[in-house]
């Protein structure tokens, strides 16, 4: 069993910047494959970053260029760096965890309870 609490969400102007944190805990998480994902109301979850354990990224399109995700595995925690953001990009983010590579949500084993993100003037 693995344990995520996401952190580091908020209110922010749009062009601002914003890092979120998932901390991870019940056992080790240098093995693990983890992702971001997002949800606004009314529209489903989606996919946003994930980050092998080796370190490979990838990006949904909407992010590339603005977003980076990383882990530090020695304090057993995943980032998401968010720059130049967009209105668009309000909405509940979460951490997940999983032990094989993939960006399908129905795939992750363990989630968080999530972060509101919130871009508004």
């Known amino acids: 069993q693995v344990q995520l609490v996401e952190s580091g969400g908020g209110l922010v102007q749009p062009g601002g910047s914003l890092r979120l944190s998932c901390a991870a805990s019940?056992?080790?998480?240098?093995?693990?494959?983890m992702g971001w994902f997002r949800q606004a109301p009314m529209k489903e979850r989606e996919f946003v970053a994930q980050i092998s354990a080796t370190g490979i990224t990838y990006y949904t399109d909407s992010v590339k260029g603005r977003f980076t995700i990383s882990r530090d595995n020695a304090k057993a925690t995943v980032y998401l760096q968010m720059n130049r953001l967009k209105a668009e990009d309000t909405a509940v983010y979460y951490c997940?965890?999983?032990?094989?590579?993939?960006?399908?949500?129905?795939?992750?084993?363990?989630w968080g309870q999530g972060t509101q993100v919130t871009v508004s003037s």
């Open positions: 997940a965890a999983n032990s094989w590579v993939t960006r399908r949500s129905e795939d992750y084993q363990y």
């Open positions: 019940g056992r080790s998480f240098s093995g693990y494959s």
